[in-house]
Nanobody
Framework: QVQLVESGGGLVQAGGSLRLSCAAS????????MGWFRQAPGKEREFVAA????????DYADSVKGRFTISRDNAKNTVYLQMNSLKPEDTAVYYC????????????????WGQGTQVTVSS
C-alpha cells in the first residue's frame, strides 16, 4: 500500500511562487515515476507534470512549461512541484500520484493518489 500526502498549497498573487511537496510512504517509492495533476471546480482533472523514477527525465503540460519544475528526492520519499510566475488560471486542487504504467498524461495510468492541496492565485 502506498499513501501520498500533499502540502505547500496556499493563496498567492499572480506572478508569485509556491513549492508543493508530496510525501510518500513505502520502501518502493523510488521505483516509480510520479506525476502532478490539478483540478479546478467544474473542470476535468488535467496533467501538469511527471518525472521518471530516477529523476533524469520529466514531462510538462504546455500550459506550465517554463514556469513549473518537477523534482524528487528519493532518499526522502518526496516529490516537489516548484511553481513560478503563477497565473489565476493555475488555481486548482493539485494532486500527486504514483505512475503504474502507460502514458503519463492520463489519470488512468496512475495507481495511487493523494488527497490534494489547494492552490489559489489572485489577479
Amino acid at each position: 500500500q502506498v499513501q501520498l500526502v500533499e502540502s505547500g498549497g496556499g493563496l498567492v498573487q499572480a506572478g508569485g511562487s509556491l513549492r508543493l511537496s508530496c510525501a510518500a510512504s513505502g520502501r518502493t517509492f523510488s521505483s516509480y515515476a510520479m506525476g502532478w495533476f490539478r483540478q479546478a471546480p467544474g473542470k476535468e482533472r488535467e496533467f501538469v507534470a511527471a518525472i521518471s523514477w530516477s529523476g533524469r527525465s520529466s514531462d510538462y503540460a504546455d500550459s506550465v512549461k517554463g514556469r513549473f519544475t518537477i523534482s524528487r528526492d528519493n532518499a526522502k520519499n518526496t516529490v516537489y512541484l516548484q511553481m513560478n510566475s503563477l497565473k489565476p488560471e493555475d488555481t486548482a486542487v493539485y494532486y500527486c500520484a504514483v505512475h503504474g504504467g502507460g502514458t503519463v498524461y492520463y489519470t488512468g495510468s496512475y495507481d495511487y493518489w493523494g488527497q490534494g492541496t489547494q492552490v489559489t492565485v489572485s489577479s
